[in-house]
Structure formats: structure tokens, C-alpha cells
């Protein structure tokens, strides 16, 4: 069965513009996450949507927003993009929400590049 | 979720054991331990998840001490596609998926 798919896949904006990236998750899977990657931080958890209601948000300011649809599709927004911005965005599907294995399935992700 | 502490890289000869350790001394009683590598330029991948008894699949083993405060990730024959950061992490069951990945370890094959 298809895996997660992430689009667009890379990215180049400019700052103060806004960027919404897409996620579609594994068939039948209700959970998504998404993630932060940058060389310097690693990966950080930005937020977790399970039956379209957020269920956990990391540490990152207003201008990164998300949502889920009904159909599990999820959407993450960054407003007033700036330089440190760009980073590789995952996003990652799971089955249920938070069962002992329920492990996640990560896309490919999105590289987004801020100029 | 508790902490966990990962060597920042290590090397294995191809054909060979690749044993990677994780110190989680924090771990609490309804903790699992997990592991997930993530091949450059790619999504991090499951590889495998315990409690307390020692785990197998088909990818790996997974040996988590009797006090449950580190765990050992071995990879019985290494082959060059292992090459990868190794992320352990702590997770504590059940919740979400806000997983902390830190640094992980950086695991070189070589022929």
C-alpha cells in the first residue's frame, strides 16, 4: 500500500512570505505528526492531529499552525517565514494514537528553503 | 519522557555485529524503549520497540538490561544499507507521538 506522501518536496521562499505544506498519510491511518528537522537542532516534534483535533504541540511559536481534515489529510502552515525556517519538515501517520505499537511511518518530507 | 543518551557515532565492518548502545537511566515503569534509524535524506524508519523482555524482528534485536536502564540495538550482520543515524527514544505508553529523537548515533558500515 502507498506510504505517506509529503508535497511539495522541496521549496524555496523568501522572507515574510507564508508556506502551507501537505501530508496524506498511510490508507486507514488516523494519526499524523509532524516534525522539524535542521542540522543543528535534529528533529523536534511540532504538533499531532488524531481525528481532526490537535492532541499534542511542541515548542514552537504562533506562525506554525496545522490541521487535519476528516479524510486524515493533514495541512501545516508557517506564517512570516524567516531564515531559520528552513529545514526538512516530516510528516509521519499511525494507525491509532498513542498504542504501545503503534509505531510511525515517516514520508519523504519537505525541504523548505527561506531566502 | 525520560532522557536517553546515545554515543554520537560509531563504525562496523560489513558482515559483522553492530551493537549500539542507549543509556536511559531515568526510564520509568510505563516507558518503552524504541528505536528508529533515518538513511541520509530520508524519513526516520521503525526498526523495533520493547518494554522489558528482550525483542526480536526481522530487522534486529533488542536487549534491554533487567533494571531496564540502558537497552543494546544489534544488528546481527551489517551490511553497507545500515549505514544511518540510530535513534533511541523513550516513550512513555500510552500517549501521542511527541517523541524526542535527540542526536542519535551515527553508524558507518564499512567494507
Known amino acids: 500500500k502507498a506510504g505517506v506522501t509529503q508535497t511539495p518536496r522541496y521549496l524555496i521562499k523568501t522572507r515574510g512570505q507564508q508556506v502551507t505544506l501537505s501530508c496524506s498519510p498511510i490508507?486507514?491511518?488516523?494519526?499524523v505528526s509532524w516534525y522539524q528537522q535542521t542540522p543543528g537542532q535534529g528533529l523536534q516534534f511540532l504538533f499531532e492531529?488524531?481525528?481532526?483535533?490537535?492532541?499534542n504541540k511542541g515548542n514552537f511559536p504562533g506562525r506554525f499552525s496545522g490541521r487535519q481534515f476528516s479524510n486524515s489529510r493533514s495541512e501545516m502552515n508557517v506564517s512570516t517565514l524567516e531564515l531559520g525556517d528552513s529545514a526538512l519538515y516530516l510528516c509521519?501517520?499511525?494507525?491509532?494514537?498513542?498504542?504501545?505499537?503503534?509505531?510511525?511511518?515517516f514520508g519523504e518530507g519537505s525541504r523548505l528553503t527561506v531566502l | 519522557d525520560a532522557k536517553t543518551t546515545q554515543p554520537p557515532s560509531m563504525d562496523c565492518a560489513e558482515g559483522r555485529a553492530a551493537n549500539l548502545p542507549c543509556n536511559h537511566s531515568?526510564?520509568?515503569?510505563?516507558?518503552?524503549v524504541y528505536w528508529y534509524r533515518q538513511i541520509h535524506s530520508q524519513g526516520p524508519q521503525y526498526i523495533i520497540h520493547?518494554?522489558?523482555n528482550n525483542e526480536t524482528n526481522e530487522m534486529a534485536s533488542l536487549i534491554i538490561t533487567e533494571d531496564r536502564k540502558s537497552s543494546t540495538l544489534i544488528l546481527p550482520h551489517a551490511t553497507l544499507r545500515d549505514t544511518a543515524v540510530y535513534y533511541c527514544?523513550?516513550?512513555?505508553?500510552?500517549?501521542?507521538?511527541?517523541?524526542?529523537f535527540g542526536k542519535g548515533t551515527s553508524l558507518l558500515v564499512t567494507p
Open positions: 509521519a501517520s499511525s494507525l491509532v494514537q498513542g498504542a504501545a505499537n503503534g509505531e510511525l511511518f
Open positions: 490508507s486507514g491511518h488516523r494519526s
Open positions: 492531529y488524531f481525528s481532526e483535533t490537535q492532541r
Open positions: 531515568t526510564i520509568s515503569g510505563n516507558e518503552y
Open positions: 520493547g518494554l522489558k
Open positions: 527514544i523513550v516513550r512513555v505508553v500510552p500517549s501521542g507521538y511527541a517523541l524526542n
